[in-house]
Structures are given as C-alpha cells and as structure tokens.
C-alpha cells in the first residue's frame, strides 16, 4: 500500500512540476526583446526545463500542450497553424534529447541551440510562413528560399545569445535546489 501512495505522489508531483513549467512557458513566450529584426525570446528557457527535467517524450507533449493553450488563451491574429505546433513538439523533443539527465556545460547549450536554429527556425518555421504565405503549391520553394535567406541574419546572431541565456539559467539550476525538484 505504501509503494502505491509514494508512487501516487510521485506522479502528482511530477504533474504539477510540469504543469508549472508549461505555464511558465505560456508567459515567457509572450516576453521578448528587441525588434523585428533581432527580437530574442525567453519561452526557450522554460522548454529547455521541461527537456532537462522529464526528457524528450513529456517535453514534446508539454510543447504540443502549451503551444494549443497559448493559442487558446492568446489568439495570433494570423491564426492558428498546426506546423508551429508541432515544430514547437519538435523543439521540446530536442531539448528533452540534449539536455535530459546531462550535465550543462556550454558546448552542449550551443549544440541545442544550433540544433534549434537550423531544424526549427530555419527550416520548419521558415517552411509553415512559405506555406502560409501562398496558396499555389508551386510558389512555396522560390518563397521558401527567399525567406530562408531573409531569416538567415537573425537566426545568426540570436545564436549567441540564446546559447549564453541558457547557459547562465540552466547552469544555475543544474549547480542548484531546484536540481532536485522532479
């Protein structure tokens, strides 16, 4: 009876410990800096928790999750669109793959970052705006390329900083308490 109880909390504790995160994700998503051509945001940070505490599998549920919330409580006056859902699963996946039961150091915040950068920002979100942007099929890679290159500069520079951000706030949770929270 004992293991069904301490198994039982577990569960609740975890759920509510992700439950946090993906509010937390909610919010920080809608913070940023900058302008439209270097804006940086902070919803990253509270995706990389979610991959670093519960690994890629509940990260990209919690992603999914979030990203349909925010959507709901936070309409895009463009609308929804299921890519950026799913690039926002993909994203947690990532993080969850790079980060779950490692040790941070900075090599390994530069290599999600990347990792991010080219497969999330560069290519699916850069492809759901060049399918969202025309409805002839047969536009959609000339659109593409144009905005892969148009993008390009941005994602370049947000590189670095991302890749400090991270690793300043999950270096301090990896040396810290909260270490121990799951």
């Known amino acids: 009876m004992k293991n069904v109880a301490k198994t039982n909390s ?18 920080l998503n809608k913070l940023t800096l900058g302008n439209n051509v270097v804006k940086v945001g902070f919803g990253s940070i509270a995706t990389a928790l979610i991959g670093y505490y519960f690994g890629p599998f509940k990260a990209f549920i919690a992603a999914v999750l979030s990203d349909i919330i925010a959507n709901t409580i ?17 994203a947690g996946m990532i993080y969850g793959l790079i980060l779950y039961q490692k040790k941070i150091t900075f090599w390994r915040m530069l290599l999600v970052v990347v990792l991010i950068v080219v497969i999330i920002n560069m290519f699916f979100t850069t492809l759901w705006i060049s399918m969202m ?3 002839d099929l047969s536009k959609i890679p000339d ?40």
Do not use: C, Y
């Open 74 to 90: 936070f309409p895009d006056p463009m609308g929804f669109f299921w890519g950026f859902t799913l690039s926002a699963g993909i």
């Open 133 to 135: 942007g025309s409805s």
């Open 10 to 27: 577990f569960h609740v504790r975890e759920l509510t410990w992700l439950a946090v995160l993906i509010a937390l994700q909610i919010i």
């Open 143 to 182: 659109l593409f390329i144009k905005m892969f290159f148009i993008r390009l500069p941005k994602e370049l520079i947000t590189i670095p900083i991302q890749t400090i951000l991270l690793w300043l706030v999950l270096g301090w949770v990896d040396r810290s308490k909260f270490n121990r929270i799951k």
